[in-house]
C-alpha cells in the first residue's frame, strides 16, 4: 500500500502527523528517526517526513536521520528539527533562539513553490521551536516567510527536498492539512489506499494467515480496545476457534461483566470463559492500604488465575491475541529508536505471559496498526454497541485504586453504587461524550452529616471528571454546577453511607487522573 515514512526524532506531535496523513486517506507509519533506512523503507513508501524533536540539531549528540534518506530519491519534507537536519546536511546552519517561540506566528509565502498549491499567500502558522535555521544550506531557497524573521520555509532548487519551520500538523495551523496533502498526494504521490473496510479485509487475510488453524486467545477486559479486537477475530477466523476470557475481579463496575457477556454473545462469541474470581482478587487485599501493593496483588492475581483458565481450556501452543494499539507500542518505545524519548510503559507490551507467547511467534495483534479515534470507527463498522464504543478508559486495577484504603466488599458495593448514579445521570444530561474519564472515588475520610433529626457519619465521596486527548495530561471538566449539585444530591439521598460529595479540581500535571 502507498505509504508516507514519518521519521520520529521524539516529537511531541509526530503522532498527529501520522493521523492527519491518515485522515487524507493515505496509509502513514512512524520509525525511529535515526533508524537504517534498509529497516523501514518498503516498496510502498513513496515520501519521508522528518518530524519534530526535542532536541537541538546543533548539539552532536541529538539523532540523525540516515544519510540515505537524501540519496534515495524519494520527496524529504523536514518539520521544524526535520528542516534543521536537512539545513545542516547541506552545509547550513541552525541557532538557538534567544527566547522559544510558541503559538500562532504569520506567515507569508511567494506562491510559485508547488507545496504551497492552493494555500492563500498570506495565513496563521502554528510555531513550536527554540532553534531556528540562521543560514539556508547549499542550494535551498526560502519560499515562505514568518513575521518574527526566522525562514518559515525553504525548498531544494533541484532535489524533492523542502522544510517548513511550523507544525502543519498542528491542529491550530492554517491550511496544514493542505500542505501535507500537497506532499503526501501531488509530490509524492502517494495514493489515497487507507481506509478501514480494506484494513479488515486485509487483516481477516493475514489474521487467518498467522493463526494458521490454532486456537486463540483474546483476553477481555470489557473496554473498547479488546472488544474491537474480538469483533475483528470473529469476523476473520472460525468461532470455535476463538476463545474469549474475561475475569470478574470483583472490582468492576454495576451490571459491567452482564454487559460485557451480552456484547460478546451478540458479536457471536461461542467459548466465552466468563471467570468469577472475586474471592481470589479480595481475600488477598484484605488490609492492604498502599496503591502500589494493591496493583501488585491485583496483578498477580490476574497472573495466577489466567494461567489456571488457560490451562483448563487452552492446548498448548495456542495463540494470545490482544488488542495493543499503534500508539500504545509507540509509546512503549517498541515503535521508536534508541534515542526516542519513551514516554510510558504500557501494560500491554510486557507482561509475563505476552512477554513468552511474543518471543514464541505466537502473539497477534490485530490493532497494532490503528490509532484509538480508527478503533472506535472500526468498531462501529464491526457493529460493536455504541456504549463500548465510546465508553471512557477504565484501568485494570478497577474500582480497587478508586478505594483509598483497604479494599472490602461493602465499600465496593457502596461505590458501585454511587459511580453507577454519577455515570448513568452525566448519559441522562448528554454531559457523558464532552467528558474524556469521569468517575468516583470512595475517600477515607468520615464526615458529619444531619439526617432528620439525627447526627451521622457518612463517608465522603470524590467525583473526578476530565477533559483529554490522551491521558498524558488532561484538564478538569468544566462542570455545569446545577448539574453537579443536582447530582450530588441524588448521590448522596440514594447511597446509604455518603454523607457528602467533592469535585476535584486538579488537573494533571500536577495531580494524575486517578487518585492513586
Ligand atoms: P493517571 O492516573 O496516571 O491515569 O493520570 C492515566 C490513565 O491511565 C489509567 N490508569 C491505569 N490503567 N492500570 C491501568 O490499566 C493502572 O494501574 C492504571 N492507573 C491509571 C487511568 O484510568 C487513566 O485513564
Not at 21 to 31: M, P
Not at 133 to 159: R, T, W
Not at 338 to 350: L, R, T
Request: aromatic share 6%; proline share 5%.
Amino acid at each position: 500500500m502507498d505509504t508516507i515514512l514519518i521519521l520520529d526524532f521524539g516529537g511531541q506531535t509526530t503522532q498527529l502527523i501520522g493521523r492527519r496523513i491518515r485522515d487524507l486517506g493515505v496509509y502513514s507509519e512512524i520509525a525511529p528517526g535515526d533508524a537504517s533506512l534498509d529497516d523501514v523503507l518498503h516498496e510502498g513508501v513513496k515520501g519521508i517526513i522528518l518530524s519534530g524533536s526535542p532536541h537541538s540539531s546543533w548539539n552532536d549528540e541529538s539523532p540523525k536521520p540516515d544519510p540515505a534518506v537524501l540519496t534515495c530519491g524519494l520527496p524529504v519534507l523536514g518539520i521544524c528539527y526535520g528542516f534543521h537536519q536537512l539545513t545542516l546536511a547541506a552545509g547550513g546552519e541552525v541557532k538557538a533562539l534567544p527566547h522559544r517561540e510558541y503559538g500562532r506566528s504569520a506567515v507569508r509565502h511567494q506562491g510559485s513553490n508547488r507545496l504551497f498549491d492552493g494555500i492563500p499567500e498570506s495565513f496563521l502558522s502554528w510555531m513550536s521551536h527554540g532553534d531556528s535555521v540562521s543560514s539556508l544550506g547549499l542550494d535551498f531557497e526560502q519560499i515562505a516567510y514568518s513575521e518574527n524573521g526566522v525562514p518559515a520555509a525553504a525548498a531544494h532548487l533541484h532535489k524533492p527536498f523542502w522544510g517548513v519551520q511550523y507544525h502543519p500538523e498542528a491542529s491550530h495551523c492554517e491550511y496544514g492539512d493542505k500542505l501535507l496533502e500537497n506532499f503526501a498526494c501531488e509530490i509524492s504521490k502517494a495514493r489515497k489506499e487507507w481506509s478501514l473496510e480494506q484494513y479488515i479485509e486485509e487483516e481477516a487475510k493475514s489474521l487467518r494467515q498467522k493463526a494458521d488453524g490454532k486456537d486463540v486467545l483474546l483476553l477481555i477486559s470489557g473496554g473498547v480496545d479488546s472488544t474491537v479486537a474480538a469483533a475483528l477475530l470473529l469476523r476473520s477466523l472460525p468461532h470455535e476457534k476463538i476463545w474469549l476470557m474475561y475475569v470478574d475481579t470483583g472490582m468492576m463496575r454495576k451490571g459491567e461483566s452482564e454487559e460485557v457477556a451480552k456484547s460478546l454473545k451478540a458479536l457471536g462469541a461461542k467459548n466465552l470463559l466468563l471467570i468469577d474470581a472475586r474471592d481470589r482478587f479480595l481475600i488477598p487485599l484484605a488490609g492492604i492500604e498502599d496503591p502500589e501493593k494493591k496493583r501488585q496483588i491485583i496483578g498477580d492475581a490476574f497472573i495466577r488465575v489466567q494461567r489456571e483458565e488457560i490451562a483448563k481450556h487452552l492446548p498448548q501452543g495456542y495463540m494470545l491475541a490482544q488488542g495493543t494499539l499503534y500508539t500504545d507500542l509507540i509509546e512503549s518505545g517498541q515503535g521508536v529508536g534508541n534515542q526516542a524519548h519513551v514516554i510510558k510503559s504500557h501494560h500491554n507490551v510486557g507482561t509475563p505471559l505476552v512477554q513468552a507467547k511474543r518471543a514464541a511467534g505466537e502473539l497477534i495483534e490485530p490493532l497494532e496498526k490503528l490509532y484509538k479515534d480508527e478503533v472506535r470507527r472500526l468498531g462501529k463498522i464491526l457493529a460493536v454497541s455504541p456504549d463500548i464504543v465510546h465508553r471512557h478508559p477504565f484501568p485494570g486495577p478497577g474500582l480497587g485504586i478508586r478505594i483509598l484504603s483497604d479494599v472490602t466488599k461493602e465499600k465496593l458495593d457502596i461505590l458501585r453504587e454511587a459511580d453507577a448514579i454519577y455515570i448513568s445521570e452525566l448519559k441522562k444530561r448528554g454531559l457523558y461524550h464532552q467528558i474524556w474519564q469521569a468517575f468516583a472515588v470512595l475517600l477515607p475520610v468520615r464526615s458529619v452529616g444531619v439526617t432528620g433529626d439525627a447526627r451521622e457519619y457518612g463517608n465522603v465521596l470524590g467525583l473526578r471528571a476530565v477533559v483529554s486527548r490522551d491521558g498524558m495530561t488532561a484538564d478538569v471538566f468544566d462542570f455545569p454546577t446545577k448539574d453537579l449539585l443536582e447530582i450530588s444530591a441524588k448521590i448522596t439521598n440514594n447511597v446509604k453511607h455518603i454523607g457528602r460529595v467533592v469535585y476535584d479540581v486538579s488537573s494533571k500535571p500536577p495531580a494524575t487522573i486517578e487518585w492513586e
